[in-house]
């Protein structure tokens, strides 16, 4: 069992930045891939990206590439998602989950544990 807890999210205006971070614990963090996923308001939930169990290789979604970038720091069970020039349409509940190592999925399926989420809201 992995229990992740989001944290960082808030109110920004549009261009700024937002670093989310996701602490995990219960089993070995460092064996698991790390996804982050966020779902607008009357959307379905949709993938950002995820990264290795190693941290050696990313996956962005097209919407978010060159903005985003995906990090983890496996000494402090922590899973990071930064967020740059951000854009109104980036407005959601943004979730982290854990999926079996591998390549980097973007199906929901393939991910085992979620956290609870955290809203990130931009301003025009």
């Known amino acids: 069992q992995v229990q992740l807890v989001e944290s960082g999210g808030g109110l920004v205006q549009a261009g700024g930045s937002l670093r989310l971070s996701c602490a995990a614990s219960?089993?070995?963090?460092?064996?698991?891939?790390m996804g982050w996923f966020r779902q607008a308001f009357g959307k379905e939930r949709e993938f950002v990206g995820g990264?290795?169990?190693?941290?050696?290789?990313?996956r962005y979604a097209d919407s978010v590439k060159g903005r985003f970038t995906i990090s983890r720091d496996n000494a402090k069970n922590t899973v990071y998602l930064q967020m740059n020039s951000l854009k109104v349409e980036d407005t959601a509940i943004y979730y982290c989950?854990?999926?079996?190592?591998?390549?980097?999925?973007?199906?929901?399926?393939?991910?085992?544990?979620w956290g609870q989420g955290t809203q990130v809201t931009i301003s025009s």
């Open positions: 990264i290795t169990w190693s941290g050696g290789n990313t």
């Open positions: 989950a854990a999926s079996i190592a591998g390549p980097v999925l973007a199906g929901q399926n393939t991910y085992i544990y």
């Open positions: 219960g089993r070995i963090f460092s064996s698991y891939n």
